[in-house]
């Protein structure tokens, strides 16, 4: 198992710029979510997903769209980036049990998305 | 408003030493994660706890729902353990808040 693939690494954009940052996983887990950290603050959630199909949004959604056609699959898209959305980028994802995930036992996290925005 | 709270922020110790972080929080959980983050930035699943104590190896993990705090332990501290520690609860919903993490140098 690879676990979460999360990339890339590193990014730069130019403000008003688009992109996509990836996540899979292949534990064929039920729930998987994003994150940033910025310094000085706990990672906050942007987007969740609880199966294929569903999305939801979290504490800070605002400039990023989702969507989960695939259970292995789950997508972040930056529509028009601005510098307030420098940050780390965490993609994370739990087996869960239907949507009660956050009895798991473990939560696996991607290693990470550096991204730099001009 | 932060809903978890950590403390200390920044702890130091010498190789050997026990280590105690904490962790309160002000909402009704449904259970709290311990995060280990590597300083290389990734982030790793320590504990899962709704109730007692849990221990893995030189880590022990406690919680007192009655009084909303959470405590991780380390005993025989390690150069290695050097990272940051985070603190995260799980809401009756789909949603964690995470503490700000718990920066921890053990040194030889």
């Known amino acids: 198992n690879a676990g979460v693939t999360q990339t890339p690494k590193f990014q730069v954009l130019k403000t008003g710029q688009s992109m996509t940052l990836q996540c899979a996983q292949d534990?064929?887990?039920?729930?998987m979510s994003w994150y940033r950290q910025d310094p000085g603050m706990g990672l906050r959630l942007i987007h969740y997903s609880v199966g294929a199909g569903i999305t939801d949004q979290g504490e800070v959604p605002n400039g990023y769209n989702v969507s989960r056609s695939t259970t292995e699959d789950f997508p972040l898209r930056l529509l028009s980036a601005a510098p307030s959305q420098t940050s780390v980028y965490f993609c994370?994802?739990?087996?869960?049990?239907?949507?009660?995930?956050?009895?798991?036992?473990?939560?696996?996290f991607g290693s990470g998305t550096q991204l730099s925005v001009l | 408003k932060n809903e978890v709270e950590q403390s200390p922020q920044n702890l130091t110790a010498q190789e050997g030493e026990f280590i105690t972080i904490n962790c309160s929080y002000s909402?009704?959980?449904?259970?709290l994660h311990w995060l280990q983050q590597h300083p290389g930035g990734g982030i790793v699943s320590l504990f899962m706890l709704s109730s007692g104590k849990k221990k893995h190896g030189r880590l022990i993990a406690t919680i007192n729902i009655q009084e909303k705090h959470s405590s991780l332990h380390i005993t025989a501290s390690h150069p290695r353990d050097s990272a940051v520690y985070i603190c995260?609860?799980?809401?009756?919903?789909?949603?964690?808040?995470f503490g700000t993490g718990t920066s921890l140098t053990v040194i030889p």
């Open positions: 909402v009704g959980i449904s259970a």
């Open positions: 534990m064929n887990h039920e729930y």
């Open positions: 995260a609860v799980a809401l009756t919903g789909n949603q964690f808040y």
């Open positions: 994370a994802s739990s087996p869960g049990l239907g949507a009660s995930w956050w009895g798991s036992e473990k939560l696996f």
